[in-house]
């Protein structure tokens, strides 16, 4: 049986790098597994299965989600951003890459759209920093990286998927991966800063910008909404005023609201916006739907119980489990989804890592990071592939990869850190969880 499994696994690798649809390959090859070796009627447990996670308020958030990023990106929120953040720090080597992290983490906490993000500022901010001299290398990494910050910055919807998967709860997740988040941030702004430094011919300063009264009126305008619709979400999140799901909706409902301040809130928009929704919403839950037949047969077949045995007799114990856990998804992600590595390998995961009594909010932090490193990793990195597709035809798929490598550098040290300094994670959501009195 031990074999069969391995060729069960082989089998939806093999189907997922020939290109098949993910969703259809899992319950296809569950159905033809299970069929041969654990009968018919051994589905009769599926629809239980499924029907657990369409009822699941938690899951709710995620269209909600969805919807307030896609909102928001059409109402030129991006736009604003990147040319008021160009204005203050024009002046400083880099400063137009320093610009686009800033604004890659302010849209991470508002639309937490990777795709959207990355080919916005792909569309905005590239053909400007090229037009003033700067290295396509450093260019169009900066550009990739900053547009993956809402694969871990809350609201996320990797970080909701991974709370119900893993079994945390969605708001102590969000408040765990605030400092992994800003530490991100901040060692992407240093390797900018330290890089232009020492070669000023790859980002050099702007010459002419703009100031005074008109700048202060921008920063007001632009900055002020998005920040306050990101603490009325968020905040309501880690004060217990208000679910996941109860945020999220509050945030659809701030992002229409800066979309009509805008004067973007058009039925056109609102319709592209809803039918978005649908379509990624549909993917999300066809993906999670395939891949609960998937586990079912896995399970039934003796696949948990084997990985289980494997992973805890590894020398190390609990680090040998870590050690191997995130390089084994680091791996993975070169070659599948980020969506496929959490309903597929986490699950098979997350059990063991309760035998070691690793801490489970831990855990799920760390796998957001390393699943957001799969955007940026040649050869199916996402974020690549949108920036490709968006770049000037100078810009060559050789720029984009060796520009992301630096990048990938320091989340794989980001990784590191937090496995060397689990307070990282949990030192914030300990300290709200004593401000509520629990």
């Keep these: 049986m031990t074999i069969w499994i391995g060729l069960m696994f082989l089998t939806l690798m093999l189907m997922l790098l020939l290109g098949y649809p993910v969703a259809f390959t899992l319950g296809a090859v569950a159905l033809l597994y299970g069929s041969i070796f654990l009968g018919v009627d051994f589905f009769n447990l599926l629809p239980l299965q499924i029907w657990g996670v369409m009822t699941n308020f938690t899951l709710l958030a995620v269209p909600l989600f969805i919807l307030m990023g896609i909102i928001l990106d059409k109402s030129g929120l991006a736009e604003d951003l990147l040319e008021t953040m160009g204005l203050l720090f024009g002046r400083v080597r880099g400063g137009l890459a320093i610009s686009v992290v800033l604004v890659g983490a302010l849209l991470a906490a508002t639309t937490g759209v990777v795709g959207a993000t990355v080919v916005t500022m792909g569309v905005i901010a590239l053909p400007t920093m090229l037009k003033r001299n700067y290295s396509p290398q450093l260019a169009t990494g900066t550009i990739a990286a900053a547009g993956t910050l809402g694969q871990i910055i809350p609201p996320s919807i990797i970080l909701i998927l991974l709370g119900d998967v893993i079994g945390v709860p969605v708001g102590r997740l969000f408040i765990g991966a605030v400092i992994p988040g800003i530490l991100l941030i901040t060692l992407f702004l240093i390797y900018i800063s330290i890089f232009a430094w ?119 114990g609990t680090w040998g489990f870590m050690a191997v ?34 801490d489970l909010l831990w855990l799920a932090v760390l796998i957001g990071i390393n699943l957001q490193t799969s955007f940026l990793t040649p050869p199916f990195g996402f974020s690549l592939f949108y920036l490709k597709a968006v770049a000037p035809p100078e810009i060559k798929i050789q720029h984009i990869y060796k520009g992301i490598l630096p990048f990938v550098v320091i989340q794989v040290i980001v990784i590191i850190l937090l496995l060397v300094f689990p307070e990282t994670v949990l030192w914030l959501p300990n300290l709200m969880d004593k401000w509520q009195g629990l």
């Design 198 to 316: 020492m070669k000023p011919e790859v980002g050099p300063a702007l010459s002419e910008v703009e100031g005074g009264d008109g700048l202060l009126k921008k920063v007001i305008f632009t900055l002020f909404p998005p920040l306050i619709l990101v603490l009325g979400v968020l905040g309501s999140i880690f004060f217990g005023i208000a679910s996941p799901t109860e945020s999220a909706a509050i945030g659809a409902i701030g992002a229409m609201l800066l979309a009509a301040a805008h004067r973007r809130l058009t039925l056109q928009n609102l319709q592209d916006a809803m039918q978005q929704t649908t379509r990624l919403t549909s993917m999300v839950f066809l993906i999670l739907i395939g891949a609960t037949a998937f586990g079912l047969v896995f399970r039934g077949m003796g696949g948990a119980s084997l990985v289980s045995e494997l992973m805890l007799n590894l020398p190390g």
């Design 325 to 358: 856990s995130m390089g084994l998804i680091f791996v993975l992600g070169f070659f599948l989804d980020f969506l496929q590595i959490c309903f597929i390998v986490v699950p098979i995961l997350q059990p063991i890592a309760q035998q070691l009594n690793i």
